[in-house]
């Protein structure tokens, strides 16, 4: 297992991935906003020198706020490892954040998960 940070606005945003039996998971904490589009996007696709991975699980239990860049990022990280056959579940998404995205329907493309071991196991 390796771990990689990616940090930006400190304060506000981190997003920390590593990869679970070949399952890319990013675990992320702060707001989710247009000021973080490129580190989520690179975050969650980005191969680092390796690979990227087709089998992403994103844990939003650290995300305190999401407007519709977080919406937008997610639908392209589906639609890129969908071309790959792969696919994105989203974990432990607080109620707030949830809300936005059912709200939207992205749960009805997207499977949500109330925790990261759920995501993993399905």
């Given at each position: 297992?390796?771990?990689?940070?990616?940090?930006?606005?400190?304060?506000?945003?981190?997003?920390?991935?590593?990869?679970?039996?070949?399952?890319?998971?990013?675990?992320?904490?702060?707001?989710?906003d247009?000021?973080?589009?490129?580190?989520l996007?690179?975050?969650?696709?980005?191969?680092?020198?390796?690979?990227?991975?087709?089998?992403?699980?994103?844990?939003?239990?650290?995300?305190?706020?999401?407007?519709?860049?977080?919406?937008?990022?997610?639908?392209?990280?589906?639609?890129?490892?969908?071309?790959?056959?792969?696919?994105?579940?989203?974990?432990?998404?607080?109620?707030?954040v949830?809300?936005?995205?059912?709200?939207?329907?992205?749960?009805?493309?997207?499977?949500?998960?109330?925790?990261?071991?759920?995501?993993?196991?399905?």
């Amino acid at each position: 297992m390796s771990d990689i940070e990616i940090t930006d606005c400190s304060d506000r945003f981190s997003a920390v991935h590593r990869m679970i039996d070949g399952v890319r998971v990013v675990t992320v904490e702060g707001e989710i906003d247009h000021r973080v589009r490129e580190v989520l996007s690179a975050a969650l696709l980005s191969g680092h020198n390796a690979a990227p991975s087709s089998r992403i699980v994103v844990d939003l239990g650290g995300v305190t706020f999401m407007d519709s860049t977080g919406i937008n990022i997610f639908i392209a990280a589906y639609q890129a490892v969908s071309a790959t056959e792969g696919w994105l579940r989203i974990a432990a998404a607080q109620e707030p954040v949830l809300h936005v995205v059912q709200l939207v329907g992205v749960d009805a493309l997207i499977p949500c998960y109330p925790s990261v071991e759920q995501a993993l196991a399905s």
